[in-house]
């Protein structure tokens, strides 16, 4: 059985914005560390990710920086700004308030009408 889920529209920010709170990473890294955190749920593509990283980056939500990765390769490392923090649990109780109101529907009981 494939466990692997569609990201909803709208969610990949948040998603990028929650692995990169875990610490900077380069965007390789944060492809693996969505999978990882979403126990392979998610499978996050390449050509999704940088456009979203760039538009990350311009609004001021994550800052980029040179650095050598994990195998001794230049690359640009990405992590949250105050912003960002801001933004991220912004996102993190609007999604909270949209997961409780679905259960909330999902859980009715004709008696409850």
Do not use: C
Not at 26 to 50: C, D, M, V
């Amino acid at each position: 059985m494939n466990k692997r889920a569609q990201i909803l529209p709208g969610t990949l920010d948040l998603l990028i914005l929650k692995a990169v709170s875990l610490g900077p990473l380069h965007g390789y890294g944060i492809l693996l560390r969505i999978g990882q955190i979403s126990k392979g749920a998610f499978e996050i593509e390449q050509g999704a990710l940088y456009p979203a990283l760039f538009r990350l980056v311009g609004k001021g939500f994550l800052k980029a920086k040179w650095g050598i990765s994990e195998n001794s390769q230049r690359a640009k490392f990405y992590e949250l700004t105050a912003a960002g923090r801001k933004r991220l649990r912004e996102e993190i109780d609007d999604w909270q308030r949209l997961v409780a109101a679905i259960g909330t529907v999902l859980n009715t009981r004709p008696d409850e009408i």
